[in-house]
């Protein structure tokens, strides 16, 4: 069963096109919720960390928020260097030790 | 502040052959998680070293083992390689806490292709 969808699995919006990307979990007893942008070829860049259900996170132009079953990652104009894929992680509770569960991801594309 | 290091940055091999992959963790981290990425998909976890332990394993065979060592860096060695090892192997790295949030932070990552 898996832990963690992500949705869509691509998304391509014009420059200045706000978006929201969605991150759907089942994991009993959340540690914390990940988000991750990946470049082609290279490793996933660390961007937040979300704790708890009502959290919310800003970055310059990205701003992730977290539910008990799933969190958004919202992008107000994006602008091309957005594009990238952005991936989504859960830590379980205690008893299952430090395992991170990823999705696989959202490919967005930004257009000029 | 050097981050995650990995090295070599890409591999070549031939199906049978063993592989060693090399990972330094951020300074002030003393674990370390490995995990492959195939084209398209996201990471999935190998194994996990703290104390120079293997602490925890996802659901890979014997054929993937580790190391780390006492100054925190970790090998990930693979054995008899199949074509389906092809891929992004992610070394990622954290500072243990028994409870609350690891967050790793990732390495460049190494591509291995297996002919």
């Known amino acids: 069963e898996d832990q963690v969808t992500q949705s869509p699995e691509a998304l391509r919006l014009q420059e200045g096109e706000s978006s929201s990307l969605n991150c759907s979990y089942t994991v009993s007893g959340l540690r914390g919720l990940f988000w991750y942008r990946q470049d082609p070829g290279k490793g996933p860049e660390f961007l937040f960390t979300?704790?708890?259900a009502g959290e919310e996170k800003e970055k310059e132009r990205l701003k992730a928020t977290l539910t008990k079953k799933e969190s958004f990652l919202h992008i107000t104009a994006p602008k091309p260097e957005d594009s990238a894929t952005y991936l989504c992680a859960v830590q379980e509770g205690a008893n299952t030790g430090n395992q991170f569960y990823f999705g696989t991801g959202t490919s967005l594309t930004v257009i000029p | 502040d050097a981050g995650v290091t990995q090295s070599p940055t890409h591999l070549i091999k031939t199906r049978g052959q063993q592989v060693t992959l090399r990972c330094s963790p951020k300074s002030g981290h003393d674990t370390v998680s490995w995990y492959q990425q195939a084209l398209g998909q996201g990471p999935q976890f190998i194994f996990q070293?703290?104390?120079?332990?293997?602490?925890q394993r996802g659901n890979f065979p014997d054929r993937f083992s580790g190391h780390q060592f006492p100054n925190y860096s970790s090998e990930l060695n693979v054995n008899a390689l199949l074509l389906g090892d092809s891929a992004l192997y992610l070394c990622?790295?954290?500072?243990?806490?028994?409870?609350?949030?690891?967050?790793?932070?990732f390495g460049p990552g190494t591509r291995l292709t297996v002919l």
């Open positions: 979300l704790y708890s």
């Open positions: 990622a790295s954290s500072f243990h806490r028994l409870a609350g949030v690891n967050e790793q932070f």
């Open positions: 070293y703290y104390e120079e332990e293997e602490r």
